[in-house]
């Protein structure tokens, strides 16, 4: 019984944080023009829907020299809240630990241009985490999905967690080598912008112990 209580409690969570109004975005960027204040790189991505994405690179580079984690030149398409299509010209590089090493597509780190952002009023923090599938498959997309999930729950409980905006992505490589691959993926709140609005800092310890 208690079991099942605690599912249809999942359930109505995971309901509730798929199903978010859109004004709530739009509250959330009028309360930034009232303050004067510029909308950051990840606000202006944030949607109450799905977001197609489009991200234009040398894709087999990417993957064959993962390791080295350095930037390379990116295009991103995308469509802005008034229907415009807007294009950047970014770095992505490769990231991550665990996921690096044993995920065919890693994640990756998108660094937007300072001059370009600027230019549309945006506000620093230009570098976002993005999320995509570790392997070809459907399964793969379902872990994409879940761990998305886990992300919007955590905002029910508190604002005292990483946004994120789930992303329709194509990626698509710039050397005509590898098909376009088609995935969901998610991209993240950057954490300095999280550290602001919890008026916090971060916090970067020079090690761990477990004793």
């Known amino acids: 019984?208690?079991?099942?209580?605690?599912?249809?409690?999942?359930?109505?969570?995971?309901?509730?944080?798929?199903?978010?109004?859109?004004?709530?975005?739009?509250?959330?960027?009028?309360?930034?023009a009232d303050q004067e204040e510029a909308v950051s790189v990840f606000q202006s991505l944030e949607r109450a829907e799905i977001l197609p994405m489009t991200l234009k690179t040398n894709t087999r580079?990417?993957?064959?020299?993962?390791?080295?984690?350095?930037y390379q030149p990116a295009t991103l398409s995308y469509t802005d809240q008034d229907g415009n299509v807007v294009t950047r010209e970014i770095e992505?590089?490769?990231?991550?630990?665990?996921?690096?090493?044993?995920?065919?597509?890693?994640?990756?780190?998108?660094?937007?241009?300072?001059?370009d952002i600027k230019q549309d009023g945006l506000s620093s923090p230009r570098r976002l985490k993005l999320?995509?599938?570790?392997?070809?498959?459907?399964?793969?997309?379902?872990?994409?999905?879940?761990?998305?999930?886990?992300?919007?729950?955590?905002?029910?409980?508190?604002?005292?967690?990483?946004?994120?905006?789930?992303?329709s992505l194509t990626m698509e490589d710039t050397e005509g080598k590898d098909k376009p691959r088609e995935t969901f993926a998610f991209v993240i709140e950057d954490e300095d912008e999280l550290a602001e609005r919890m008026g916090g800092e971060i916090y970067d310890p020079k090690a761990i112990t477990t004793r």
């Open 92 to 115: 992505v590089k490769t990231r991550g630990n665990l996921r690096l090493n044993k995920c065919r597509y890693p994640p990756i780190r998108i660094k937007f241009a300072k001059e």
């Open 1 to 32: 019984m208690k079991s099942r209580s605690f599912l249809h409690g999942l359930l109505f969570c995971i309901a509730f944080a798929l199903v978010q109004p859109l004004y709530g975005q739009e509250a959330a960027l009028a309360s930034a």
């Open 131 to 167: 999320v995509s599938g570790c392997e070809p498959g459907d399964l793969y997309q379902q872990l994409v999905l879940r761990e998305y999930l886990v992300y919007k729950l955590f905002n029910v409980l508190t604002d005292n967690s990483f946004k994120v905006q789930l992303l």
């Open 61 to 70: 580079k990417l993957v064959k020299e993962k390791m080295k984690e350095e």
